[in-house]
């Protein structure tokens, strides 16, 4: 391998070249390395700067689409566990608080929890829930929906602290900022030489023309844009991760079921410009006290960056409308993207039997990265042949 100005430490040949080090592709280096394999992550920026960053840091289960995206937040949230007690990343907050405002969404909740979905949830009244946190709870709320199966990190925390973790326990090696320009195992040109390494995973988040861009075209790719905020401490603990009503008609694992259709039907009357910027309401509370909320989906080839005041205002109305409270005062605002695809959430591509592509397309990444990380490392070295053969996900299922 010839790298230019690189310690003589990176040298050799690798069994993993991982492109990208947001959390897909360090999901995908964890897995080759607890194999013993030799791993090397190349990204192009010095620090992680994706939507791995930008983002709730909310590992989600409870309302990922029912079938395989639920089963790979479930592994994905136990192996949260296992990673930030090795890494030494502080877990925030635990569980959903979805606070619902209209009566027709207590029939989802309930024909939620009659699903094997509802495991680890339960549905309190309004009396319940206010015991549990009176300062959510009004005279809107109709029921909540309690669930203990979620958790939630400061991603601009733990995205560092993972790749730290990777290199100091496991070995991995980074080279940052050095753009990787073509694949073709057993080489690898980057900007700064040719690295070596028998199989190579590319995980490029919302980069759909550096590399294989006829292979990603073929996707039907787009991105989302999303905008957030960050609030001042309220002045009281949230007991979990709040969502409202609008979330029940996003999230595929209530909207897919049929009693969501009558709660549709009145958002749609009452709430559509809601529904026309896709925003949905999720508030999660930082170590500070906090909170961080969003958030809008705009889709675009190529979205602009600038946050625009009319749509953080809806989010913040939709904060006053669940919580029954004015927000606290803005102390950020940023704007983040992910890739998305018209008929998927998912997708691993095999261009090569050595070349995996592997790109979320939907806003779950946090939530079920590790347990695809698995996949990905089980499906290039765990013996099963695949040559020229594309692997996809469609809808979450295999
Ligand atoms: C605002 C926002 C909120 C979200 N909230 C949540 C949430 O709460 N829970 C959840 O589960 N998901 C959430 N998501 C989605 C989640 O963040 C993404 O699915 C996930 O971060 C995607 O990870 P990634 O590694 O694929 O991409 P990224 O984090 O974008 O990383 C890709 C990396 O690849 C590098 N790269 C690309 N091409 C090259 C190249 N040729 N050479 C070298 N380096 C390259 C880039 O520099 C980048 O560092 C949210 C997303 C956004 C934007």
Redo the contacts with the bound molecule.
């Keep these: 391998m010839h790298i230019i100005g690189c310690p003589s430490a990176i040298s050799g040949a690798f069994d993993l070249a991982v ?7 360090l999901s995908c280096a964890r897995a080759a390395a607890l194999k013993g394999l030799r791993v090397v992550v ?4 010095a620090q ?5 960053v ?7 289960v409870t309302g990922q689409e029912r079938g395989t995206a639920w089963i790979r937040a479930r592994r994905t949230c136990a192996i949260w566990e296992e990673v930030a007690q090795q890494a030494g990343i502080p877990i925030l907050q635990r569980g959903l608080w979805m606070t619902t405002r209209r009566p027709e969404a207590v029939p989802i909740l309930e024909a939620f929890l009659a699903t094997e979905m509802g495991e680890g949830c339960k549905l309190l009244s309004r009396a319940a829930a206010k015991g549990c946190c009176p300062e959510l709870v009004n005279a809107q709320v109709q029921a909540v929906l309690l669930s203990s199966v979620d958790l939630r990190v400061e991603s601009r925390e733990a995205i560092p602290k993972i790749a730290a973790w990777l290199a100091e326990r496991w070995g991995v090696q980074f080279l940052r900022q ?3 320009l073509s694949v073709a195992p057993p080489l690898l040109e980057t900007s700064r030489g040719v690295v070596q390494a028998g199989a190579v995973v590319v ?5 759909v023309y ?2 294989y861009p006829k292979r990603i075209a073929r996707y039907g790719m787009t991105r989302c844009k ?1 905008q ?1 905020l960050r609030l001042a401490d309220p002045g009281f603990r949230l007991p979990n991760a709040v969502m409202s009503d609008l979330g029940l008609v996003r999230y595929a694992g209530y909207s897919a079921l049929a009693e969501a259709a009558t709660l549709r039907a009145r958002l749609e009357a009452e709430q559509g410009e809601h529904l026309r910027h896709g925003i949905h309401l ?1 508030v999660v509370q930082s170590a500070d006290g906090s909170l961080i909320v ?2 809008s989906h705009h889709y675009a080839a190529t979205p602009d960056c600038f946050a625009d005041e009319h749509i953080d205002q809806l989010i913040l109305d939709e904060f006053t409308a669940a919580t029954g409270r004015p927000p606290p005062a803005v102390r950020e605002r940023w704007i ?3 890739s998305a695809a018209p008929d998927r959430t998912m997708f691993i591509d095999a261009p090569a039997c050595d070349v995996r592509i592997v ?2 397309t939907s ?5 079920t ?1 590790f347990a695809i990380g698995e996949e990905v490392v089980t499906d290039l070295f765990g013996g099963v042949q695949v040559n020229g053969y594309t692997r996809s996900l469609r809808s979450g299922h295999l």
């Design positions: 492109v990208g080090a947001g959390i897909i592709g190349i990204d192009r920026d992680s700067n994706g939507a791995s930008r983002n709730f840091g909310f590992v989600t050095t753009a990787v995980c490029p988040g919302d980069d550096s590399l999303l957030m999720i969003g958030d983040g993207t992910y790109m979320i806003g779950s990444g946090a939530s990265g």
